[in-house]
T-cell receptor
Framework: AQRVTQPEKLLSVFKGAPVELKCNYSYSGSPELFWYVQYSRQRLQLLLRHISRESIKGFTADLNKGETSFHLKKPFAQEEDSAMYYCALGEGKLIFGQGTELSVKP | DGGITQSPKYLFRKEGQNVTLSCEQNLNHDAMYWYRQDPGQGLRLIYYSQIVNDFQKGDIAEGYSVSREKKESFPLTVTSAQKNPTAFYLC??????????????FGPGTRLTVL
């Protein structure tokens, strides 16, 4: 069965520290993976997708098929990165993980 | 801040009542989706529609119904059969799925509370 797991409900780091939000998936076939972000009082929006291989707001995510992971990373966290982050799998119809709340402290 | 809109922002319902949540989009997207967001559970798909007059059940469709009479509109009815309807409901839309990865655009959400 297709599944997305985000093991951390809350991740708290200090400003300037590296951050890694974990995402593991189960999928038979070639997965299409996304990271969505929800800032306080804003809509859920796409942050990045694995096929683009791009860096958005300093975040990157690499698909590791061997470990079935798509972890989101940023070398130096900023306070404005504080938000709810969701990993998602699929094509059209998406399967979302449980979400990780990132809190960046000054 | 158009694109995809949801109304009302807050909705209160008494037990035993049906309520309908509105979702409208002016993005000319073929596909529309309804999700339920609960703390610690992420987003769970209720129903989705890839074309007018057609829709499919998602993972948690029991107690919900939808219609797709117009491309722009995808209303969700929460029926009295839904045992735990208090939640935050999100509507989304995208261009035709099944042709690669497409971004879903989300509405601002409706918070439903059953009294």
């Amino acid at each position: 069965a297709q599944r997305v797991t985000q093991p951390e409900k809350l991740l708290s780091v200090f400003k300037g520290a590296p951050v890694e939000l974990k995402c593991n998936y189960s999928y038979s076939g070639s997965p299409e993976l996304f990271w969505y972000v929800q800032y306080s009082r804003q809509r859920l929006q796409l942050l990045l997708r694995h096929i683009s291989r791009e860096s958005i707001k300093g975040f990157t995510a690499d698909l590791n098929k061997g470990e079935t992971s798509f972890h989101l990373k940023k070398p130096f966290a900023q306070e404005e990165d504080s938000a709810m982050y969701y990993c998602a799998l699929g094509e059209g119809k998406l399967i979302f993980g449980q979400g990780t709340e990132l809190s960046v402290k000054p | 801040d158009g694109g995809i809109t949801q109304s009302p922002k807050y909705l209160f319902r008494k037990e035993g009542q049906n309520v309908t949540l509105s979702c409208e989009q002016n993005l000319n997207h073929d596909a529309m989706y309804w999700y339920r967001q609960d703390p610690g559970q992420g987003l769970r798909l209720i129903y989705y529609s890839q074309i007018v007059n057609d829709f499919q059940k998602g993972d948690i469709a029991e107690g919900y119904s939808v219609s797709r009479e117009k491309k722009e509109s995808f209303p969700l009815t929460v029926t009295s059969a839904q045992k735990n309807p208090t939640a935050f409901y999100l509507c989304a839309s995208s261009i035709v799925p099944g042709q690669g990865a497409h971004e879903q655009f989300f509405g601002p959400g409706t918070r439903l509370t059953v009294l």
